[in-house]
Protein backbone atom coordinates (compact mmCIF):
# COMPACT_ATOMS: atom_id res chain seq x y z
CA UNK A 1 0.00 0.00 0.00
CA UNK A 2 1.70 3.35 -1.17
CA UNK A 3 0.68 6.71 -1.05
CA UNK A 4 -2.88 8.29 -1.72
CA UNK A 5 -3.42 10.61 -3.95
CA UNK A 6 -4.49 13.22 -1.26
CA UNK A 7 -1.79 12.65 0.92
CA UNK A 8 0.76 13.49 -1.88
CA UNK A 9 -1.10 16.88 -2.52
CA UNK A 10 -0.95 17.64 0.52
CA UNK A 11 2.99 17.41 0.95
CA UNK A 12 3.41 19.30 -2.05
CA UNK A 13 1.28 21.87 -1.22
CA UNK A 14 3.39 21.90 2.79
CA UNK A 15 6.46 21.76 0.71
CA UNK A 16 6.80 25.45 0.78
CA UNK A 17 7.26 25.47 4.69
CA UNK A 18 10.33 23.37 4.60
CA UNK A 19 10.76 19.65 6.21
CA UNK A 20 8.81 20.48 9.47
CA UNK A 21 5.60 21.52 7.62
CA UNK A 22 5.91 18.12 5.21
CA UNK A 23 6.41 16.24 8.79
CA UNK A 24 2.85 18.21 10.02
CA UNK A 25 1.33 17.54 6.74
CA UNK A 26 2.48 13.95 7.19
CA UNK A 27 2.21 12.44 10.58
CA UNK A 28 -1.28 12.81 11.14
CA UNK A 29 -2.21 10.83 8.09
CA UNK A 30 0.30 8.36 9.58
CA UNK A 31 -1.11 8.27 12.95
CA UNK A 32 -4.21 9.37 12.78
CA UNK A 33 -5.82 11.85 15.54
CA UNK A 34 -6.54 10.80 19.06
CA UNK A 35 -8.22 13.00 21.57
CA UNK A 36 -8.24 10.80 24.22
CA UNK A 37 -4.83 8.88 25.85
CA UNK A 38 -4.57 5.21 25.16
CA UNK A 39 -1.96 2.42 25.10
CA UNK A 40 -0.13 1.78 22.15
CA UNK A 41 0.77 -2.10 20.77
CA UNK A 42 3.96 -1.67 22.91
CA UNK A 43 1.85 -0.20 25.99
CA UNK A 44 3.03 3.37 25.86
CA UNK A 45 0.67 6.30 26.48
CA UNK A 46 0.09 8.17 23.30
CA UNK A 47 -2.48 10.99 22.19
CA UNK A 48 -3.09 13.16 19.54
CA UNK A 49 -0.95 11.78 16.50
CA UNK A 50 1.60 9.70 18.47
CA UNK A 51 2.80 11.66 20.95
CA UNK A 52 4.29 10.00 23.90
CA UNK A 53 5.76 10.88 27.18
CA UNK A 54 5.16 13.58 30.02
CA UNK A 55 2.91 15.69 27.55
CA UNK A 56 0.85 12.60 27.92
CA UNK A 57 -1.92 12.76 30.56
CA UNK A 58 -4.24 9.57 30.65
CA UNK A 59 -7.81 10.53 31.03
CA UNK A 60 -7.52 13.96 29.61
CA UNK A 61 -9.54 14.68 26.99
CA UNK A 62 -7.13 16.74 23.91
CA UNK A 63 -8.55 19.59 21.76
CA UNK A 64 -7.24 20.01 17.79
CA UNK A 65 -5.14 22.80 19.38
CA UNK A 66 -3.57 20.49 21.95
CA UNK A 67 -2.40 17.79 19.61
CA UNK A 68 -1.58 20.71 16.79
CA UNK A 69 0.54 22.26 19.62
CA UNK A 70 1.85 18.97 20.78
CA UNK A 71 2.94 18.03 17.37
CA UNK A 72 4.78 21.18 16.76
CA UNK A 73 6.87 20.89 19.92
CA UNK A 74 7.81 16.85 18.84
CA UNK A 75 8.70 17.43 15.50
CA UNK A 76 11.19 19.77 16.45
CA UNK A 77 13.10 17.55 18.93
CA UNK A 78 13.16 14.69 15.82
CA UNK A 79 13.83 17.43 13.15
CA UNK A 80 16.96 18.88 15.64
CA UNK A 81 18.23 14.84 15.32
CA UNK A 82 18.25 14.42 11.99
CA UNK A 83 19.97 17.62 11.28
CA UNK A 84 22.43 16.51 13.91
CA UNK A 85 22.66 13.08 12.39
CA UNK A 86 22.95 13.71 8.55
CA UNK A 87 25.66 14.60 8.03
CA UNK A 88 25.30 14.77 4.02
CA UNK A 89 22.75 17.04 1.95
CA UNK A 90 19.21 16.48 2.09
CA UNK A 91 15.59 17.85 0.15
CA UNK A 92 12.86 18.64 2.28
CA UNK A 93 11.27 15.67 1.58
CA UNK A 94 13.97 13.25 2.43
CA UNK A 95 14.40 15.28 5.93
CA UNK A 96 10.35 15.01 6.73
CA UNK A 97 10.96 10.85 5.61
CA UNK A 98 13.64 11.28 8.61
CA UNK A 99 11.92 12.90 10.98
CA UNK A 100 8.28 10.98 10.67
CA UNK A 101 10.84 8.05 10.77
CA UNK A 102 12.74 8.99 14.06
CA UNK A 103 9.41 10.24 15.65
CA UNK A 104 8.35 6.87 15.44
CA UNK A 105 11.39 4.85 16.63
CA UNK A 106 12.95 7.32 18.68
CA UNK A 107 15.88 9.48 18.20
CA UNK A 108 18.52 6.86 20.06
CA UNK A 109 16.66 3.92 17.29
CA UNK A 110 17.34 6.36 14.38
CA UNK A 111 20.76 7.28 15.72
CA UNK A 112 22.48 3.91 15.79
CA UNK A 113 20.25 2.58 12.47
CA UNK A 114 21.38 1.29 9.37
CA UNK A 115 19.30 3.88 7.74
CA UNK A 116 21.35 6.52 9.04
CA UNK A 117 24.59 4.63 8.12
CA UNK A 118 23.81 3.88 4.61
CA UNK A 119 22.60 7.89 4.41
CA UNK A 120 26.02 8.90 5.69
CA UNK A 121 27.31 6.92 3.26
CA UNK A 122 26.21 8.67 0.43
CA UNK A 123 23.76 5.42 -0.32
CA UNK A 124 20.42 7.41 -0.38
CA UNK A 125 18.29 4.63 -2.06
CA UNK A 126 19.58 1.74 0.34
CA UNK A 127 18.83 4.34 3.23
CA UNK A 128 15.12 4.87 2.18
CA UNK A 129 14.43 1.35 0.97
CA UNK A 130 16.17 0.33 4.97
CA UNK A 131 13.06 1.78 6.10
CA UNK A 132 11.37 -1.25 5.13
CA UNK A 133 12.83 -3.00 7.95
CA UNK A 134 11.12 -1.21 10.52
CA UNK A 135 8.00 -3.11 10.83
CA UNK A 136 8.83 -5.18 14.20
CA UNK A 137 7.37 -4.77 17.25
CA UNK A 138 8.71 -7.47 20.02
CA UNK A 139 9.63 -9.28 17.08
CA UNK A 140 6.01 -9.26 15.61
CA UNK A 141 5.60 -7.81 12.53
CA UNK A 142 3.09 -5.21 12.27
CA UNK A 143 1.03 -4.36 9.25
CA UNK A 144 1.01 -0.60 9.72
CA UNK A 145 3.98 -0.39 10.00
CA UNK A 146 4.79 -1.91 6.79
CA UNK A 147 2.07 0.66 5.71
CA UNK A 148 3.92 3.96 7.39
CA UNK A 149 7.34 2.69 6.30
CA UNK A 150 6.29 2.23 2.61
CA UNK A 151 5.34 6.04 2.41
CA UNK A 152 8.23 7.12 4.38
CA UNK A 153 10.35 5.05 1.84
CA UNK A 154 8.14 6.80 -0.99
CA UNK A 155 8.78 10.32 0.10
CA UNK A 156 12.46 9.96 1.29
CA UNK A 157 13.17 8.27 -2.34
CA UNK A 158 12.07 11.76 -3.44
CA UNK A 159 15.14 13.47 -4.72
CA UNK A 160 17.19 10.31 -3.42
CA UNK A 161 20.63 9.47 -5.70
Same mark, same amino acid.
Given at each position: ?????? =??? /? =?????? $? $????????? =?????????????????? +??? %??????????????????? %???? =???????????????? #???? /???? #??????????????????????? /??????? #??? %?????? +??????? #??????????????? %?? +????
Amino acid at each position: MGMSPS =LRN /N =LIAAAG $G $GALAIAAAL =LPALEGTEYKPYQDTGGV +WTV %CNGITGSDVTPGKIYSQAD %CDAL =LQKHLRVYAQAVERSV #KVPL /NHYQ #KAALISFSFNVGVSAFERSSVLR /NLNAGRY #KQA %CDGLRG +WVYVDKT #KIQGLVNRREVEREI %CN +WGAK
